[in-house]
């Protein structure tokens, strides 16, 4: 496996310290970060071109909520 070094300032490194989750290395971090990344773009890409009926809508925003409060535990 390809290792590289980056050089980042100090107080980058401690907003990336305090986005780790326990247990996860930077090298996992990078790739959470760059995938979420990747989906907000697709999701920003497509902004708009869906429409849905108030009803489906509603139903949609409930489950995305529900996801969200059971990640955060």
């Known amino acids: 496996?390809?290792?590289?070094?980056?050089?980042?300032?100090?107080?980058?490194y401690r907003r990336l310290v305090a986005l780790k989750r326990d247990g996860e290395s930077f090298s996992e971090?990078?790739?959470?970060?760059?995938e979420q990344h990747e989906t907000s773009a697709v999701?920003?890409?497509?902004?708009?071109s869906v429409s849905?009926?108030?009803?489906?809508?509603?139903?949609?925003?409930?489950e995305i909520y529900a996801k969200r409060l059971e990640r955060r535990g």
């Open 29 to 34: 971090l990078f790739e959470r970060l760059a």
């Open 1 to 12: 496996m390809l290792v590289k070094t980056l050089t980042i300032r100090e107080d980058v």
């Open 43 to 48: 999701l920003q890409k497509l902004r708009g």
């Open 52 to 62: 849905f009926e108030p009803e489906q809508k509603q139903k949609i925003l409930e």
